[in-house]
C-alpha cells in the first residue's frame, strides 16, 4: 500500500510537469529543466509528404513540434 501511495505521488508530479510543459510549450515559450534539458517549440513549414506504402504525395499542414536538448550533465552520466 506504501509502495501505491509512493507510484501515486510520482504519477502526480509527472502529470503535473507534463502540463506544465504543454502549457509553456503552446504559449511559445521555452522550457528548461535545470540539469535535465530544455523543450523548445519550433513551428514546422508546410512541406510535400510522401505515403511509403501507395507512394501518393501529400502535403502536410504547418505546426508546432517541441525539441527536445538534453543537458550536457545529464548525456555525460547516462554514457559512462
Sequence with gaps: VRR???MCKETDILE?????????????????????????????????????????TLMLIPRTIVHFKCAPN???EINK
Excluded: W
Design 74 to 76: 545529464l548525456v555525460k
Design 16 to 56: 503535473e510537469l507534463n502540463n506544465i510543459i504543454l502549457e509553456k510549450t503552446r504559449a511559445g515559450e521555452k522550457v528548461c529543466i535545470q540539469g535535465f534539458g530544455v523543450y523548445t517549440p519550433r513551428l514546422q513549414t508546410s512541406r510535400l509528404a510522401r505515403n511509403p506504402k501507395s507512394g501518393e
Design 4 to 6: 501505491q501511495r509512493q
